[in-house]
Each structure stands twice: as C-alpha cells, then as structure tokens.
C-alpha cells in the first residue's frame, strides 16, 4: 500500500514491492501528445502538437502510477483548490490553495498514484506548434520553465480567475472547427498565459520580499567567506544558487526583479569591492591579489577590473599615493 499525507509538510511514503519496482525503472520516453494521452487513458488530442487536460471531467488511468515519464514537450500544470503536496520530477511541490507549475521538455514527469492530486487543469504543448512563431525563438525568456520544484507559482483568487479564463478559452477554440487561423490564435492564447505568468512571478518575487531579502543576505555572506577564505576560485552562479537551494534561473529573475541585477553582475560586483580594498589597503601585488580572488591568470583579473572601474589595477593603487 502506498500512504501519502496531504495535510502536512512532510510527505510519508510506504511501496509495497510492485510499487518500488516502477520507482526502480527507467522512465518512459515519449516523443508526442498522443501517445501520453493513449498511455493515460484518456481520448486522443484534439490537436497533433497540443493538449488540454480538464481533470474535472477526465480520469486518467492508474496502471502506470509511480512511473516516471521523459516527456519531449512543454506542460503546465494549473491546481485550483488543492492543498497538498504533488510530486513534479524528483521532488514535491507544496500546493496551499492553487497554483501553477512549469516544465520543459525533457524533464522526468511522474505520475502519482493519488486520484486527488489529479485537480484543475494540465496544458501540453510540443516545440513544433511554436516553432515558426516568435514565442518559439523567445520561449527561452520565459525562466520559470527552469525553476526548481519549490519555485512555482502562487495565485491570487484575482490572478486564479485569469488563468482559468485563458485555459477556457484556449478549450474552446481547440472545439472550435479547424480553419487556416486555429494554429495562430492558439499560440497568441499560450503565448498570453505565458505573459501574465511572467506577471504574476513578478508580483510574488515582491510580495515575498522578506523571504527573498533573507536570500539575498545569504548569498551576500557566502559570496564574502568565498572570497576571503580563497575557497574554490571564483564562485559561479551554479554554485551560488546550489548554496540558496534554488534554481539558477529562479536566483537570476528574482535578483533581477528586486535589485535589477543579476547574480553574475552580483558577483562581480563583490569581487571588484574586495579586489579595490585589497589594492588600496596592502602590499600585496596585482598577481597576488589576483591570485588570493582565485584568478588563474592576472591578466584575466586585470581586464576585469579595468571594465569595471575604466582603470587599471596599477593606476587604480596609485591614485590613493
């Protein structure tokens, strides 16, 4: 038996041997909408390159539940009410009243056993139907696509009913006959969901200030002890992000929203404060300073350091003789 608690924090989990052995296999690769939609029980697309999945009115089947799928397109997962907790690749996403959740292609899906957690909406959608339109050349701009689990979006009740709206309107004109139009206003109606999602990311990244200055403190303290201890060379944003326990992508558009910054600016800009005290308050060459920031070649550091300040180190030092 599998028991899975929804009321708490912490998500307990027991897999009889069936069940370990579908966590245990490799996932299932799948190339098109259609066969995800075969494999889930439910009626074919009524599109070759898009889905729309109302959970209100469809089931899917439970046979491969606890499998883990490859998926080669885009989804978006729209909760309305459901409090809980919902595994989206390798971990579990907090569900408090509703929300959305973002995944690229290529990236584990798995299916959960609980019929619960099957609430609101799921919108799939293939790199094709975008391909030869401008949202597929700035898809990539959409950052939220490459967040973690613990990033995705919190709704308003306001920001809840335009959501809805968009992904009704998005079923009906997939009901609607197919004309030489249907393929254009399907992409102007994803590529509208998108947008107000990019407004509402925004939106969060303020009303969570505090969490996210909390943040911004740490990796201020991080990028200091880096960059004093010589611990590393220079950190990058991989690490810093791996250090916050956030995405990348997640740390860079949340820096960008609140200081307008992002955090490979962040961290340049901590390493010429440290670079201008080291020249300016001891003995130590330029090579030295270099070296002590974790520059493998001086010339590097210098370059840098001229971009950022118009001087060099050497004239940088001399100014305060």
Known sequence: MSEISLSGPVCRINL??????????SPIVIKSISE?????GMPKPLHPLLALVNYDVT???????????LIDFYKISFKKNFRGQVKYGQGYYDFEEGGLAFIAPNQL???NGDETSYE?????FHADLIRNYQLGKNIHQYGFFAYAINEALFLSEKEKAVILNLLESIATELDNQTDAFSQDVLVSQIELLLNHSNRFYNRQFHTRKAVHDDLIIQMESYLEDRFTNQAGGIPTVTEVADHLYVSS???????RSLTGKSTQQHIHDRLM?????????????IA??????????PQSFNKLFKRFTNLSPNVYRNSFN
Request: glycine share 4%.
């Open 273 to 285: 404060e440290k670079a201008k005290m080291l020249i300016s308050t001891t003995h130590l060459s």
């Open 120 to 124: 609101g909406y799921s919108l799939y």
């Open 288 to 297: 030295e300073v270099a070296y002590q920031l974790g520059f493998e070649h």
């Open 59 to 69: 089931r899917i089947i439970q046979e491969n539940a606890g499998r883990s799928f």
């Open 249 to 255: 992508r997640y740390l860079t558009d949340m820096l």
């Open 36 to 40: 995800l939609m075969r494999i889930m």
């Open 16 to 25: 009889n041997l069936d069940e370990l052995m579908k966590v245990t296999q």
């Open 109 to 111: 899906v798995t299916m």
